[in-house]
């Protein structure tokens, strides 16, 4: 089933561009293109039109945020288009921005967790099928923020775990076997979590995860 | 308004202050006179500092006017060296120059108005007492020698006075601008004093960049060269043990992996310490935005500037920013912070203003020392507003040129 998703790959390191085409082809994605910088980025984007983009923030011309402003392009062009960020650095700013559109289908991570290899194949299937995956990094300070903000104080131990572990694209069967916990028990915490966060219920868990992050980063 | 009606009242505090002025100077001549005899030694520098007391309120005066005069004064109080001052014989050329240069400014200030009152409120009631006692009555080119003479004078009294009060503050203006040529840094005392603050920045700055690198060699050293060590000798052992004991191998490399992601954390830590990504990728709107949504406080960035400023203009903006914030959320009991950038007129402005309960004290803490100092290779300056129960304002200043985006 993999093998249909096509895979565009974007990342100036050769060892790591390598790395990455290896990795994914192992677990079955097409790798349709793999560039080293931001021009052939927007090029492989428009003319491959790929299922899902894995893309390194800073890349040449500029080595600024290159491949970030591509991503959000993108996204702009093709609403809730799937994209993975990483990046040696993982910003605030820059989660919310990917946030911003409130399509999902996003996942921004710290390159290092490449080297676990069946997380990081997890994340890019996650946001292949519009969900997402925010570094723990990234849920860590939102919920300190929220806490020094009183907003989250009255989340439980459990609760943040399990808050984190949706936020980084993990799915409820998944959450259940890491906290060895039962399903319907991961689905209980999640509605405490939205009661006590007095957000509106929904069905979908990947708007559910959206609103939880738009309400942290407020 | 208040300015023009102050105008007389200064003017008149300008005359005083000249007459004191030419005493004072011919005691400090005279008393420099006296050095050769010997005695001048302890009665010069203390005419010396009273010449200043009274230049010192010359530029006062000449501040409320809208003329800022610096002090020009240096370091010296020694009999000698004040002697050797160029900045006291200047002081004495004030002193003699004022009445015949300065005078006639302030005198029409204050005449014109009073002279205007007396035709209007005074003449009318004695002019007959005048010309009984056999006085000359003119008001101006007006005869004055009936009632209908003195009435006339009234409107030329009212327009001198309109007059008066309209031209006082130029006047003084103009006359607080000669001051200040000589009572102000002369080119030579500015250079010397710009010289003097150039060498200590420069050396501020080079301490701290040799300080900043000694951290640097010390934390990779210390952090994630070690780390790289332990890594390497893992996957040694795990290599060799691969055969004989593959569970032994396979912890060793889940030790090693760990290690790497710790070098990183640090290596990623360093690198934020030294140029944040976000000021790499961004400027320093988006870094100080990004500085905002990192910190526990509410923080709330406004930002005007019409593009980037230099590199290093940024960073010390943004440190700055950086260590504000931070002491704002250690000490100052504050929920919001607004901080707010602006460009105008060639200078980098930025606003810390915080709602917490003030009482910071620049003295106190080296971290505000810090700041003075990273802004002042720049020429850049520093201010805080922290009265006791809050809140506190702080603003950096930094003149700088900015390439538009």
């Given amino acids: ?218 | 308004m208040r300015t023009r009606f102050a105008a007389p009242v200064r003017a008149l505090a300008m005359l005083c202050l000249s007459v004191v002025g030419i005493g004072v100077a011919v005691l400090v001549v005279a008393s420099a006179a006296l050095m050769l005899v010997g005695v001048g030694r302890y009665v010069f520098p203390s005419a010396v500092s009273l010449l200043r007391r009274v230049t010192d309120a010359a530029r006062w005066l000449a501040g409320r006017v809208g003329v800022e005069i610096e002090r020009p004064y240096g370091p010296e109080t020694g009999a000698v060296a004040l002697l050797k001052a160029r900045t006291t014989w200047r002081d004495v050329l004030w002193a003699v120059l004022e009445p015949i240069i300065g005078t006639w400014a302030a005198a029409l200030a204050l005449g014109m108005p009073l002279y205007g009152v007396y035709g209007v409120a005074v003449q009318p009631f004695v002019w007959q007492a005048n010309a009984r006692a056999g006085g000359a009555n003119a008001y101006g080119v007006i005869h004055v020698t009936s009632t209908a003479t003195a009435l006339a004078a009234i409107p030329v009294g009212l327009a001198l006075i309109a007059l008066g009060l309209y031209i006082g503050p130029k006047l003084l203006r103009l006359r607080a601008r000669w001051t200040g040529a000589l009572l102000g840094p002369s080119r030579t005392t500015a250079l010397e004093h710009r010289v003097e603050t150039l060498v200590e920045t420069r050396s501020d700055s080079v301490d701290a960049q040799a300080a900043e690198l000694r951290r640097i060699e010390r934390d990779l050293h210390d952090g994630a060269q070690a780390r790289l060590v332990a890594v390497g000798m893992g996957l040694g052992n795990a290599e060799r043990l691969f055969d004989e004991d593959p569970a032994a191998a396979r912890e060793l490399l889940a030790v090693a992996r760990e290690a790497s992601a710790k070098a990183l954390d640090e290596l990623r830590d360093l690198v934020r310490g030294v140029h944040p990504p976000v000021l790499a990728d961004r400027g320093l709107a988006d870094a100080i935005r990004a500085l905002a949504l990192d910190s526990l406080l509410d923080v709330d960035v406004s930002a005007e500037l019409p593009g980037r400023p230099t590199p290093p203009v940024e960073s010390a903006v943004y440190f700055a920013v950086n260590e504000l914030l931070a002491n704002t959320s250690k000490h100052a009991g504050a929920v919001a912070v607004r901080v707010a950038l602006d460009y105008r007129n060639g200078v980098l402005t930025c606003d810390v203003v915080d709602d917490g309960g003030g009482g910071a004290d620049p003295a106190r803490g080296t971290g505000l020392r810090g700041i003075h100092s990273r802004l002042a290779v720049f020429d850049g300056t520093i201010a805080i507003h922290s009265p006791l129960g809050g809140p506190t304002r702080i603003r950096l200043e930094v003149p700088c040129a900015i390439r538009s985006a």
């Fill in chain 1, 1 to 218: 089933m993999r093998d249909q998703v096509r895979v565009v790959v974007a990342e100036d390191l050769f060892l790591i561009r390598d790395g990455l085409v290896r990795m994914l082809t192992e677990h079955g994605f097409t790798v349709v293109a793999a560039v080293d910088n931001g021009p052939a980025l927007r090029r492989a984007l428009a003319e491959d039109r790929p299922d899902v983009a894995v893309v390194d923030v800073r890349l040449p011309p500029t080595f600024t945020d290159e491949g970030l402003q591509a991503a959000i392009h993108a996204r702009r062009q093709r609403p809730g288009f799937p994209v993975l960020v990483l990046s040696q650095y993982v910003e605030q700013l820059y989660a919310r921005e990917l946030l911003a559109d409130g399509a999902g289908a996003v996942g921004y991570l710290l390159k290092d967790r490449v080297s676990n290899t069946g997380q990081f194949i997890d994340a890019v299937e996650s946001v292949a099928g519009g969900g997402i995956a925010m570094d723990p990094q990234v849920v860590a300070k939102l919920l300190t923020r929220g806490d020094a903000r009183g907003r989250t104080a009255e989340l439980s131990p459990r609760e943040r775990e399990v808050l984190s572990l949706i936020a980084a694209g993990r799915s409820n069967a998944a959450i259940a076997h890491q906290l060895t916990i039962s399903a319907s028990a991961v689905t209980k915490h999640i509605a405490g979590i939205f009661g006590k966060l007095h957000l509106p219920e929904s069905e979908d868990d990947n708007r559910r995860v959206l609103a939880v992050l738009a309400y942290l980063h407020r």
